[in-house]
Structure formats: structure tokens, C-alpha cells
């Protein structure tokens, strides 16, 4: 088989993984919390999405246009709620606490939505372009990475050029110092909050008409967005975009020339001489946090 | 305009500020000196509203106990940090705009006086904070502040590992700003300099004000001279 095929189509679910990792890396940038509920607020974007689908017969690209202020408006509300009690405590805290909250929401969707895998399947689920060469790309993959980087470009627009985008940034550069601006951090860390749930909310509705949803699917996608966040320095955006297709790309590859149950322990390994040679990050900087 | 009276601050269960009185009129550059570890960064947290504290802070006659750091802001009192605290991933005019977060109109003309007052800022617009030197980056930190049109500026040892030659120019930045119309108060450890251009100054010791008079009284006082001065 072709070295482009498994190239491409890393690249293309990459992109969806790029956007979970963005979503976290975006709140430990701004709140310096690791949020350990990351991976099943993106299996409720994947249940969003079916029941969009199945109940309201809402294609589930369209659907993002209702899931992504809903999503964003849940996540600001678990920020106010629990998260920002949490912001001065030492890190233990707050991961128990976002793995708790991960934890309440996995097992009500197991009890709502019984542990039964669904599959969202539309008219265009196993359809794809053939390339010459023998490749073949997945319409919903390629149609996710589209929608991928559209949004990813909205949010670069919105950082670099908004005043609240500006003010994000700012806040977790330094957040004594924007604090002394007058920028209200308790908002910005909401705004956060409510934008990566959304971001982790959207990749969950992309991948979903390419895979199985299930209440528990959350703890693999969760260790994933850490690796992307890790891989390319926790806390930079730029750096989870490239961390997120680099292990969409080495898991595609290895499931081809390995087999694909050892695409996870290739991942990991990968993760681990990061951290080993550049623990850091990618594009992070040296010395962590301040 | 600034009445500061009995204040006590510290952190957690550490006491840091002891029964602070202090005022400062409108115009006026007021320094408060000591050495490190006295207090001097804590009281101008206190004033921006970052710490807790009890006793009473009073500006313009409205008590700012209880009152978010951010709506101080807003009311005319701008902070600039020891340390200077800029955004290093963010341009030089970036930071700049930053400090004009709250700035409702009339945000270009403030670039326009920070620029005529650090014109080295005005040559560096595109350049990240992050990789500027010292010296620079306490202009960026000053002209942010003053990017917030203050009325109070409260600048926390903004000579600190500054060169000779910068830390004439920040002296001379608040000689200008004050005549401006801004009230300053400076808190250093560059005890000759900061005294000798202010009108007032406060001499702070392990938490407690030990000693209060003129700039010039200040610098003329056997204590200060002895502990402070070398001579």
C-alpha cells in the first residue's frame, strides 16, 4: 500500500484530534488547570450529535452550529459553578475534581444511554474519493477536516485580533499582570472554560459518523488531548495543532506497518521520549509555568 | 485622594503591613522606601486590590475594601509590578494595548504620549516583550500603565536591576509623568534617587512606617542617611 495513504488520512483525523488538544491546551494556558474531564465532554458532543441526528434528523455538520454555543455555555457554567473554586488550590484538587465531574458525566450517560455502542451512520458515512495511486479518502473524514480547519482559523482570528482574544492571551501570559490591566480573570477564565468545552464538544460531533460512540469512549479521547497538549507544550495553541496531527499521522502509520493494536503503545512511546528528550514540549518553553 | 489608615496585610498567616498610615494629595510624588522584604511591594497590592487586607483604603472618599482589582483599575489607579510582568508573547504594541484594556476612547492618542515619552517603544512596535532587555521592559511596563489614563500611578521598584544609565531615564519618565498631571507613588530601594524627586516620602521598616517628612528632610536625616545612604 501507498506511503500517502496512511499519511493523508492521519492527517485528516488529526486535524479532529488538533482540536481537542487546542480546546485543552487553551484552558491549562489560561486557568493552569489540567482538565481531566476533557475526553467526556467530547462524548457528550458525540451524543449531541446522534440524537441531533436520530431524533431531529439534523445532518451532523450542520449540527454544530446549535452545539457549539450550547456546549460553550455549559462549560462556561461548570467553570462558575465548580471549576474557578478550585483555581488557587494546588493541582491534586483540582484533578480530582475535574475527573469527578468527568467521572458524573460518563456514568450518567451510561445510565441514560445505556453502555449499547451507537453508530451514527448517514448517507455519506462510507463513501470516498478515490485519488490516483490507489488512495482513497473518507468523505467524513475529509468533510471534519475541513470543518476543522475553518474553526481553528476562527479561533486564531479571535485571539490575535479581538480585544477578549487578546485579553485570553494576556491572562495566561500573566495573569497578575492582566489582572492589573483591569481584565476581570474570573471571566476570562469562564470564557476559557467555555471555549475549550466547546472545542472538545465539536471534535466529539466530527469524529462521530467515523466511530463508535459509547459513554466511556471519553477516557481514551482524554489521553489523547493530554499527549497532543503535552507533545506540543502544554499550554500552546500552535503547539496542539502540530501535536494533534502528528499523532493522528504516527497512529495511522503504525496501524498500517505494525497493526493497529499497537498504534497506542507507538503513541506512548512517542509521548515518552518527548518527555524524556523535550520535556517541555514541541513549542513550549523551557521552565514550565511560572 | 489616597487616605490609607491602620492597614494590616500580610499573607495567609504571615503578617506583612502593621497599622499602615498613609495619604497622598493630588500632584504629588510620594515615595515609600525601605529595605527588602519591608513591605513596600504588599501595601501597593493592597492599594490594586490583588490582596486582602483590613483597616481602610480610601480614594477619592469611596472605601476600596472589598473592590475587585480590575474595577480599581477602572477608577483611576493603575499598578505597575515589581518585577515589570509583561506579556512576553505579545508585541510591544500588543502590551501597550493591553494596558489601554479598559480605554473607551481616545486609546491612540494614549499611544501616542506613551511613545513620545519611551520613543524607543515607537521603534520597537512589532518586537515581542519577551525579548526586549530590562531597561526596556520597564518603559513597556510604565507606558502600559499609563496606557489606562491613571490618576494615581503606583510603581513598584522600577529601578530594580536597571542599569545607571536606564534608571536615569525611568527617574526622568516620572518627573515627566507627574508633571502631566499624575500622581505617583514609587516605592524602591534606590532610596537617593527616588527621595530626591519626590515631594514626600515614607521610610518602612519590617511592616511599620518608622519615619515620614519631606523628600529633602528624608535625605538629610541622620537615620536614613546611616541605614540607607552609607554615609
Not at chain 1, 204 to 219: D, E, F, R, S, W
Not at chain 2, 123 to 138: D, I, N, V, Y
Not at chain 2, 182 to 191: A, D, G, H, K, P
Not at chain 2, 205 to 217: D, F, K, M, P
Request: hydrophobic share 45%.
Amino acid at each position: 500500500m501507498s506511503f500517502l495513504q496512511p499519511l493523508l488520512s492521519g492527517t485528516l483525523t488529526g486535524g479532529v484530534y488538533a482540536l481537542a488538544g487546542i480546546g485543552m491546551s487553551l484552558v491549562f494556558g489560561v486557568m493552569n488547570i489540567s482538565n481531566f474531564a476533557h475526553g467526556d465532554l467530547m462524548m457528550l458532543g458525540m451524543y449531541l450529535a446522534y440524537f441531533a441526528f436520530t431524533l431531529l434528523h439534523i445532518d451532523p455538520y450542520l449540527s454544530l452550529v446549535l452545539l457549539i454555543p450550547t456546549a460553550f455555555m455549559f462549560g462556561f457554567l461548570l467553570e462558575k459553578l465548580f471549576i474557578n473554586k478550585v483555581i488557587n488550590h494546588p493541582h491534586q484538587n483540582q484533578i480530582l475534581l475535574t475527573i469527578g465531574l468527568g467521572l458524573i458525566m460518563s456514568n450518567t450517560a451510561l445510565l441514560a444511554f445505556t453502555s449499547d455502542p451507537k453508530i451514527l451512520t448517514t448517507s455519506y458515512s462510507s463513501s470516498a474519493f478515490n485519488l490516483p495511486g490507489g488512495i482513497s479518502i473518507s468523505v467524513p473524514l475529509l468533510l471534519s477536516f475541513l470543518i476543522t480547519c475553518v474553526i481553528i482559523a476562527m479561533l486564531y482570528l479571535f485571539l490575535s485580533k479581538t480585544t477578549t482574544g487578546m485579553a485570553l492571551r494576556a491572562t495566561s501570559q500573566n495573569r497578575e499582570a492582566a489582572q492589573l490591566m483591569g481584565i476581570n480573570v474570573a471571566k476570562m477564565s469562564a470564557i476559557a472554560f467555555g471555549l475549550g468545552t466547546a472545542l472538545a464538544a465539536t471534535a466529539g460531533a466530527l469524529i462521530a459518523p467515523t466511530y463508535y460512540i459509547h459513554p466511556l469512549v471519553g477516557h481514551s479521547f482524554l489521553l489523547k488531548a493530554f499527549t497532543i497538549c503535552v507533545l506540543g507544550g502544554l499550554g500552546s495553541v500552535v503547539g496542539a495543532g502540530v501535536g494533534g496531527i502528528i499523532i493522528g499521522v504516527v497512529e495511522a502509520m503504525s496501524s498500517t506497518y505494525l497493526s493497529s493494536d499497537w498504534k497506542d503503545v507507538v503513541v506512548f512511546v512517542l509521548f515518552l521520549a518527548v518527555l524524556l528528550l523535550r520535556p517541555q514540549g514541541l513549542f513550549g518553553k523551557k521552565g514550565g509555568q511560572s | 485622594m489616597l487616605d490609607i489608615q491602620n492597614l494590616n496585610a500580610g499573607y495567609g498567616e504571615m503578617p506583612v503591613l502593621r497599622a499602615i498610615n498613609l495619604t497622598i494629595a493630588e500632584g504629588e510624588i510620594v515615595s515609600v522606601v525601605g529595605s527588602n522584604g519591608a513591605g513596600k511591594s504588599t501595601l501597593l497590592k493592597a492599594i490594586s486590590g490583588i490582596i486582602k487586607y483590613s483597616g481602610s483604603i480610601t480614594w477619592k472618599k469611596e472605601s476600596l475594601q472589598g473592590v475587585k482589582a480590575h474595577t480599581i483599575v477602572n477608577k483611576g489607579i493603575v499598578h505597575v509590578p515589581e518585577g515589570r510582568k509583561i506579556f512576553p508573547d505579545m508585541t510591544v504594541v500588543e502590551n501597550l494595548m493591553m494596558g489601554g484594556y479598559l480605554c473607551q476612547k481616545d486609546c491612540h492618542q494614549n499611544l501616542d504620549k506613551v511613545f513620545a515619552l519611551f520613543p524607543k517603544l515607537a521603534q520597537r512596535r512589532t518586537q515581542l516583550g519577551g525579548t526586549m532587555s530590562g531597561g526596556e521592559q520597564q518603559m513597556l511596563a510604565i507606558g502600559r500603565g499609563l496606557m489606562g489614563n491613571p490618576r494615581l500611578l503606583l510603581l513598584d521598584e522600577p529601578s530594580l536591576g536597571l542599569s545607571p544609565l536606564f534608571t536615569d531615564v525611568v527617574f526622568g519618565a516620572i518627573r515627566t509623568i507627574n508633571a502631566q498631571g499624575v500622581t505617583v507613588l514609587l516605592v524602591e530601594q534606590n532610596v537617593y534617587q527616588s527621595l530626591n524627586i519626590s515631594h514626600r516620602g515614607y521610610v518602612i521598616e519590617t511592616g511599620r512606617i518608622v519615619l515620614t517628612g519631606t523628600g529633602e528632610e528624608l535625605l538629610n536625616n541622620q537615620e536614613v542617611k546611616r541605614a540607607f545612604l552609607g554615609i
